[in-house]
């Protein structure tokens, strides 16, 4: 029996809700480690001579991660980990690299005697700490530039300032218009900018309709008197953007479904299995590939982001597709959170590349023979943005908004212990 016979209308219904729509009651129970991606940790990947420690449990998960990347067709994740899999030589060699310079100053300072084995093996191990450094700054340069794409595919800056006209100045009645009027100004350059992309979506007149919406705002009372073009340009702009989301990072497409549906077919034609069988394989298929959907939005806007957007995205698209502007603030914050996040993953990658550059300046001053103090130097701003990076990726990272959770950086159990009442939510 054929996949498009076991597709009847009640379970495509059932399948095409998104996929927090047949996962509502057990994500909660699952999301922990369908969430976890191999991205980016809490310390940088930088040479130390610690690696060793992490060498064996360190391998095995690469392993574990590529070959499940590759299973679920995950194209990013398989990516991410063939580049670590290149570094990982160049990451046990550095390991001895930062301990053999450790040696050296400590030679340098009459406290240890020399050890003639150290002198032909330096250079080698210094330059494989430098290719580690490479290795890791291409792999913060890339996830840097899916964030850049991410940020192009939507139009968060727009919505920022969507939501100074319609939320902001009505919620504070103290609110400087000459903030309003900024933000008009942007809207209209970013309206602009984008003429073509926004004429390509909406055609030239739906373009020039919403550009009108925000011509001619110099007052207060011009502003309240557009504010319901205003809204519906917000809607059909909104709109257009939570559809991409969906269909591209939450849920799969009809036509994603007909693809799967055709490779379950052909793999199971030949085989006679009862049709609640072909069901259920079906059912995995679609999981694991929305899965991979989901974990593509996780290494842009993290986990926390994710689980907001499946739970609201689905009420919200059906509200604007029917005319309710009710929900248009609860629209705009979910894009603001996303805005916010994005800018917390660079801040975070900027920081790695920072320290990576610093590490590659430490050895190549190590190779060269360099004193002691101005290595020491370097070290010290390393280990500095180190520990400013430990605390941005724990207290702010995984938190919607700028909110810091100072919780975070506690152990798990004194955390509990200190704070009992909201452990569960800071976890």
Known sequence: MSCTSVLSPSFVKQNSKS??????NVHKARSRNENRVYSFFAFPNIPSGLNLLYLIPGTVRLIT??????????????????????????????????ITQ??????????????????????????????????????????????????????????TQLKILLVDFDSDTSFDFVEVSRAVKNISELLDRDSEKFM????????????????????????KKKKEKIEQAAISLMLNDLIELRDRYVSLTEDEKGVISERIDKKFNSLIIPDNKLKQKLQEAFHEARVVKNKRLIRRVRACMLELIRDEIDSLIEAFEKGDNSPLAEG???????????????????????????????FALALAGCPVLP?????????????????????????????????????????????????????
């Not at 996929?19 to 509502?24: G, L």
């Not at 240890?112 to 330059?127: D, E, G």
């Not at 290595?375 to 938190?399: E, K, M, N, P, Q």
């Open 19 to 24: 996929s927090f729509e047949d996962s509502a």
């Open 65 to 98: 991660v590529l070959c499940r990347s590759l299973r679920e067709g995950d194209r990013e994740e398989s990516a991410d980990v063939c580049v670590r899999l290149l570094g990982l030589p160049a990451s046990v060699f550095s390991s001895f690299g930062t």
């Open 102 to 159: 450790g040696l050296q100053y400590l030679i340098q300072w009459h406290i240890i005697a020399p050890i003639a084995v150290l002198l032909p093996l330096a250079p080698v191990v210094f330059c494989c700490g430098i290719f580690l450094c490479f290795v890791e700054i291409v792999v913060a340069t890339v996830n840097w530039l899916r964030i850049q794409r991410f940020c192009y595919q939507f139009n968060f800056n727009l919505f």
């Open 200 to 223: 390509k979506i909406f055609g030239k007149g739906g373009y020039q309709k919403i550009m009108f919406a925000f011509d001619g705002i110099d007052c207060k009372a011009a502003l």
């Open 332 to 362: 705009l914050e979910i894009f603001e959170n996303m805005r916010i996040q994005t800018v917390k993953v660079k801040i975070i990658l900027a920081i790695d590349i920072m320290i990576l550059t610093l590490t590659i300046c430490v």
């Open 375 to 427: 290595v020491s130097v370097l070290v010290g701003i390393s280990l500095t943005a180190c520990v400013a990076r430990f605390v941005i990726y724990r207290t702010i990272l995984d938190t919607l908004g700028w909110r810091w959770d100072i919780r975070r950086l506690l152990p798990a159990c004194v955390s509990k212990c200190i704070f009992p009442q909201t452990f569960h939510a800071a976890v």
